[in-house]
């Protein structure tokens, strides 16, 4: 997936990874056409947002090598009694922020503008929020019901340049529409309490 790295200089550790490496956007990451099929066979007789969450999240993951992605979550649109803002839900990776306003970082960006984000770089992206210090690039998806209301997003991170490509976006984006048509978004419809948002 990934063009080689350059021969290291004399004296380097050749196994150090070049975490800066931009990689091929020409082709997919993965599979998706197998993956959607997976993610299908996981979800399908559950509607539970937090379960179907977990598995897909874990399904992208082991569909990714270990090198591309450091990170692939979902955060859910949820309400305090001043906002509506994006709460940590199941992940693979580090631990991350927990709570995003609508206004901060790339997630958030995506939740209120309803849109895909692809960022090449994120050090570039205003307002970017550094969970993980080895992320270079994103993808986040937007979570939609058919009705255009936005329930969470869909986020991916990798230590690499340049990582996602149109394929990519397109392929997660379809996973995506399933995993919120299979869903009971009702279930996480409670107000959470308000709490000290902390990057």
């Not at 350059?6 to 550790?13: E, I, L, Q, T, Y």
């Not at 509607?47 to 399904?59: L, T």
């Not at 090598?65 to 199941?90: E, K």
Request: one cysteine or more; aromatic letters at 6%.
């Amino acid at each position: 997936l990934s063009s080689p790295p350059a021969p290291a200089p004399a004296g380097a550790d050749a196994s150090a990874p070049n975490t800066k490496r931009k990689r091929s956007r020409s082709s997919p990451l993965a599979d998706y056409s197998s993956l959607y099929d997976e993610c299908s066979s996981l979800i399908a007789s559950e509607s539970d947002p937090v379960v179907n969450a977990a598995n897909v999240s874990s399904a992208i993951y082991q569909a990714y090598t270990s090198s591309v992605t450091n990170w692939v979550g979902f955060y859910f649109a949820r309400r305090t009694p001043s906002q509506t803002l994006l709460v940590l839900g199941p992940f693979q990776g580090k631990p991350a922020c927990k709570r995003i306003p609508y206004s901060e970082g790339v997630c958030g960006a995506a939740a209120r503008t309803k849109q895909v984000q692809r960022v090449d770089d994120v050090h570039s992206f205003p307002g970017h929020i550094a969970c993980d210090g080895a992320s270079n690039s994103e993808v986040v998806v937007p979570l939609l019901t058919g009705g255009g209301e936005l329930v969470g997003v869909l986020d991916i991170d990798s230590p690499h340049l340049s990582t996602f490509s149109a394929a990519d976006v397109e392929g997660l984006s379809k996973i995506a529409r399933l995993l919120v048509e299979k869903c009971d978004w009702s279930l996480l419809a409670g107000e959470l309490p308000e709490t000290e948002i902390t990057h």
